[in-house]
């Protein structure tokens, strides 16, 4: 379920998807997508429930929690579009959910039946921790994207 | 009883979280982030003690309209000493009573040792999953 997310990662490929050129900034096109104008995220395949809730996380205000919580930047949000669409090229499956974390970042979960489990937290734009467990073993933890 | 009383190894202590953090169906029901400290959280996570207020009363201090969208779960205090994790008390005096932290999982302590502690947080989510004792209404 998880192996597809062992490999690296190179900022370059995370950096186009993003809709970034050069290592400049631009909008995050993809989040200008209007939800129920359909075709402009149809290359999302089985990510395509994950983006739209990346997209719609635009419109969490602050203190969304009621305790004080951060709504993840605009520019979060296109990394973690971007990131999507890079590990939906790599073959990966699209995680069992999506939520902003508290503190502005935004977390994809993935859960398999047989106790396996993996995390993706796009803390800042273009770094993400990930976090994998498979039964039986330690848990293992790097960075994204690779150097 | 009193709210500055040390914790109790045989007491239960409530964790507030957030509907968005919930997920039916999953073997985990909620979020490992649920259980992630911000940088608010300078002495700890927190929590309230049971024996101090009725789980739907811990979310007395939200916003009318914030109360409706929270779990409230039930941990007991022993099982987070077997993961490392002591219970504090830190009665506030605007919030519902009992209010106590888990100072492990203070802001800088989580900066620190996040590898570890992510661990960590994943077994309390799967204990969390365990023991719902409020559902949003």
Known sequence: ??????????????????????????????LDFVPGKPGKIADAGPWEAAVLKLIEFQYLGDNW?????????????????GLAYVLHEKGMEPP????????????????????????????????????????GKPPHHWTLPAE | MDER???????????RIPRMYYQAGLPVLFRVIAFRPTSNDDTGLSVFRAGFVAPADTLANLEA????????????????????????P???????????????????AYQAEKARLKGVQLEL?????????????
């Not at chain 1, 993935?110 to 994998?132: C, H, K, N, T």
């Not at chain 2, 009383?5 to 045989?10: E, G, K, L």
């Not at chain 2, 969208?69 to 987070?80: F, G, I, K, N, S």
Request: aromatic letters at 8%.
């Open chain 1, 1 to 30: 379920m998880l192996s597809a997310l062992d490999r690296p990662i190179p900022k370059q490929d995370w950096l186009k998807q993003a809709g970034k050129v050069n290592g400049l900034a631009t909008a995050p096109c993809r």
């Open chain 2, 65 to 88: 309209g914030k109360q409706k969208e929270y779990y409230v779960v039930r941990l007991a205090v022993q099982d987070l000493l077997k993961l490392g994790l002591t219970v504090v």
């Open chain 1, 65 to 81: 929690d009621g305790q004080g919580a951060q709504a993840p930047s605009r520019e979060i949000l296109g990394c973690a579009i």
């Open chain 2, 90 to 108: 830190e009665p506030d005096p605007d919030g519902p009573p009992g209010h106590a932290v888990i100072p492990e999982l203070n802001w800088p």
């Open chain 2, 125 to 137: 989510a799967k204990l969390a999953s365990a023991d719902i004792v409020h559902r949003p209404s």
């Open chain 1, 96 to 135: 069992s959910s999506v939520v902003p974390g508290p503190a502005g970042t935004v977390v994809f979960e993935w859960q398999g039946l047989d106790g396996s489990f993996a995390e993706v937290e796009i803390v800042r734009p273009f770094y993400a921790e990930v976090m994998v467990v498979e039964p």
């Open chain 2, 5 to 15: 009383q040390p914790v109790d190894a045989s007491e239960f202590v409530y964790r």
